[in-house]
């Protein structure tokens, strides 16, 4: 059996940020902002954000909003002050749907010389990993991608 990525990167900073997100809960939030400087930028495809308040403020409406968020951190590729990690990110939607959601996306993170982050980037297909998978929307989305591709 593959050991978890955290057990198999020897770069603390790296083995830090995926043990933190795989344990995020509502209450490791601000330990979770420890890991990024203080004006670190956060970007993904529904927010762009600096500083810690901002940070926290989307992890903890991630709480509020979908029923036992979790991430799965699936490979990982670091190259001196960058790192990438692909993840699953797991969830139920509230009100929604009761089967359990998956995204599948990968993040680019930027170090800064005292080892926080200072760039998080996050790339996942908004349409295909989450409107698709929506009921009314859903449909529509699906429609217009197969008029699209021909």
Known sequence: MTPPPAARNADARVARVI???EALSPHSLDALCALYADDA???DPFNDVRGHAALR???AHMFKALEAP????R???VQGDQCFLTWDFRFHLQRLASDEQC???GTHLQFAVDGRIAVHRDYWDA???LYEKLPLLGALMRW???RAAG
């Open 70 to 73: 979790r991430f799965q951190i």
């Open 144 to 146: 217009l991608k197969r």
């Open 127 to 129: 349409a295909e990993e």
């Open 57 to 59: 403020a989307i992890f």
């Open 41 to 43: 930028r956060f970007k």
């Open 103 to 105: 995204i599948h996306g």
């Open 19 to 21: 043990a933190a997100f």
């Open 75 to 77: 490979d990982v590729l």
